[in-house]
């Protein structure tokens, strides 16, 4: 898989750094050479979208960043892109100095967006400064009133700011004034259930904080992805802002491409396993994501990788109670690759792109990460399409007690994983220890990247 698709090359790799790509290469005397003929190779792939590090009220998530990055490289997921959500009244630096800390046991490279839970000037006049520290992405909330929303002038205001200075703003589109109102009232009736956590913030919610959101995009053209996407509805209104040149972008999740809201039909100690937000939804909604991925309308498969231990869901006794997350950091190519790839929807090219490609152009990676070009990282993923993998085998399902993939033996498997040069995991052998992970500075968004990933501009684009 290289710059200019899928080609039968050699790949020469020095210290940390891919050097040559071609055809027909000599090694030298003492050079170590790995035959890989009737496998794939891919860049290694970056998940834009986890959460390693985060308390919801008394509840800190399963995995961090030791366990989850062991998760990830056995899934081939050599770079993390972890929210940094600072407490409330925490300052942005504070809350940086705590992810900094606790990244330095990750295992896989790893860079930051950084949540804004309120904006007045002096936020604002921050946020050209953490682009300068190479922190490019910047989250914005409608939903959760209690903790981060946002009001729609306060969000024009930060992407007035963060798209002129080459960043790109990432969206928690729910109405969250709405989804309340629903709880508040499923509550007040006694209604409890998991199902409720679905019927209390229903399709209409996304798809009316969706539209606000393109206004805005209309009215600053800030580069805006909207994160974890999870209805059909909404893919039609990205695809129509898409056909007038708004620069707008989506990002879907293993769970909603695979998981309908009859798991939260359960029994409740099964069910609320399967809270996240937005809720998973139906299996027409999941093939209309699957539609978005093959004709472009979304760009990005990622986790939002967010899982609770039991202990801290069983202590709810209603839906409203659930620390929300699911599961998937590990199992993102599998499940990709098996509705993607194995079930025909689309190539290996594709495949590449929503997994690696794209995530490290939005992020500002490429072409250091997402490619396998001179001058890119040594990041490799070694690919058996005919070889299989169980979801549930460790460290693929990382820390967490619930694991909603167990059980399931998915098409394709990753025979061996590289990061910068280093062979990290080789079937069912984790060698990357903590620490080895290194902070990756992001660019800002280059014209360029913004017109490929627009579909503008249909060549490959390569700038070291
Ligand atoms: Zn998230």
């Given at each position: 898989m290289t710059p200019m698709g899928l080609a039968p090359v050699d790949i020469v790799v020095e210290d940390e750094t891919i050097v040559w790509v071609g055809v027909d290469c000599d090694p030298s005397e003492g050079d170590m050479v790995v035959d890989l003929a009737g496998l794939y190779v891919l860049p290694g792939f970056v998940d834009m979208h986890t959460h390693l590090h985060l308390r919801v009220g008394q509840y800190s998530v399963a995995d961090d960043f030791q366990t989850g990055t062991a998760a990830a490289l056995a899934g081939g997921t050599t770079t993390v892109v972890e929210y940094v959500t600072p407490d409330p009244g925490e300052t942005f630096t504070s809350a940086l100095d705590r992810w900094r800390r606790v990244s330095e046991k990750s295992r896989a490279d790893y860079a930051f967006h950084v949540c804004i839970p309120r904006v007045t000037d002096d936020v604002l006049d921050e946020l050209p400064g953490l682009i300068r520290q190479g922190i490019t992405g910047f989250k914005v909330f409608l939903a959760y009133p209690d903790r981060l929303m946002l009001s729609t002038a306060e969000i024009g205001r930060v992407m007035s700011v963060v798209g002129p200075a080459g960043g790109v703003v990432f969206v928690h589109a729910e109405d969250g004034v709405e989804v309340e109102r629903l709880r508040a009232e499923a509550v007040s009736m006694g209604r409890k259930a998991p199902i409720e956590h679905a019927r209390t913030r229903p399709a209409r919610t996304e798809v009316e904080a969706v539209s606000l959101i393109l206004d805005l995009v209309e009215k600053t053209r800030c580069p805006t992805v909207v994160v974890?996407?999870?209805?059909?509805e909404t893919m039609e209104l990205l695809a129509e802002a898409r056909s007038r040149g708004l620069p707008v972008f989506g990002e879907t999740c293993p769970h909603y491409l695979w998981l309908t809201e009859r798991q939260l039909l359960r029994p409740f100690e099964e069910a609320i396993h399967y809270i996240c937000s937005p809720p998973i939804r139906t299996a027409s909604d999941a093939m209309k994501l699957w539609d978005g991925l093959c004709t472009g309308v979304l760009q990005f498969v990622a986790t939002d990788h967010c899982p609770f231990f039991s202990e801290a869901r069983n202590s709810?006794?209603?839906?409203?109670k659930v620390p929300n997350g699911i599961s998937g950091i590990g199992a993102r190519f599998n499940l990709t690759f098996a509705g993607g790839l194995y079930s025909g929807r689309f190539g290996m090219e594709r495949l590449a792109h929503v997994l690696s490609t794209h995530p490290a152009m939005i992020c500002g990676l490429y072409p250091r990460k997402g490619v396998i070009a001179?001058?890119?990282?040594?990041d490799l993923v070694v690919v058996d399409p005919f070889g299989r993998t169980d979801l549930g085998e460790e460290p693929l399902?990382?820390?967490?007690?619930?694991?909603?993939?167990?059980?399931i033996e998915a098409p394709g498997r990753l025979l061996a994983v590289m990061g910068r040069g280093e062979w990290l995991w080789r079937e069912h052998d984790l060698s990357a220890k903590p620490g080895r992970g290194r902070f990756q500075e992001r660019r800002r968004l280059s014209h360029n990247l913004l017109a490929h990933l627009l579909g503008k501009d249909m060549a490959w684009i390569f700038c070291p």
């Open positions: 974890h996407v999870s209805c059909g709810a006794d209603s839906f409203d001179p001058g890119a990282d040594a399902a990382g820390a967490c007690d619930f694991n909603p993939w167990e059980g």
